[in-house]
């Protein structure tokens, strides 16, 4: 089977053709020269993968047919939101990176009282905005297709403490990482729990963490404040060490890899 994946949102994929992304045109045919025949694999970004063999091959479009398809069986069981404090320059690049890779399934930007954005940075502006949440998205698919996933995470738009709290998102685990808390650790919260969670919501600071009074905040929404331990982390290490402990009690990380499943014959394309 092919070793090169690409993604491919589904409103391109129709009556078994598959039309590829114009930054993925000049991939295959300029950097991986792949030519018409050879056959690549291709995800949607909801689950399902195809095997795609390319036919129409031309500078700006390049064109596949799909010889089989079939809905994987990889991807976490735990939903986890990473709501993250926006840090200086590109640091949160990274943190959606590795992110994805642990298997975060949504991400929330938050404009926190320290976070660098706003006026100072000029990303107040609607375009600088969107360019922001654009980029992110595509660092979210390359490291989805990277780390062999077969959904793409969800970046949210950026949002204030006061507008998050408005409507939070429903997790049966709500933790706030928080460098003040010195009673309870994570480990505490997560041993108590008397029942395996299906989802968890995890805030962490910028650099600076939270104010007192945005960690009142939150503590008064129900999300548990707690401590890793005596060092304190950096912004872009502290959210993927926890999802990744998440992961380990109580997602994916212990978990056999099972082969893909559920194969549909060509054609079968709905």
Known sequence: ????????????????????HRPDVWHITKVLRLSKGQQVIVFDGTGREYRVELQTMTRKDVFGK?????????EPSLRLTLVQGIP???????????AT??????????????????????????AKVYQRLERWSRIGIEAAKQSC?????LIRPV?????????????????????????????????????????ATVIIGPEGGFTPEEAQQFQQSGYHSVSLGQRILRTETAGIV??????????DYSQVIKPASQHFPEGSIS
């Open 101 to 126: 890779e642990v298997g975060v399934t949504d991400i929330i930007p938050l404009n926190s009282e320290r976070s660098q954005w706003g006026t100072a940075t000029k990303h107040s502006q609607d």
């Open 149 to 153: 996933r077969t959904t793409v995470p």
């Open 159 to 199: 949002v204030t403490v006061g507008e998050f709290l408005e409507q939070p998102p429903a997790a049966d685990l709500k933790i706030l990482l928080w460098e003040e808390e010195h009673s309870t650790s994570l480990k505490q919260i997560v041993r108590a729990l008397s029942t395996p969670i299906q989802s």
């Open 88 to 98: 200086k320059a590109n640091k949160l690049d990274l943190i959606v990176q590795k």
């Open 242 to 251: 926890v999802l990744g402990i998440l992961q380990y009690e109580f997602g």
């Open 66 to 74: 799909v010889r089989e398809q079939w809905k994987h069986a990889q």
């Open 1 to 20: 089977m092919s070793k090169h994946r690409f993604f491919v949102s589904p409103g391109r994929i129709n009556e078994g053709k598959v039309s590829f």
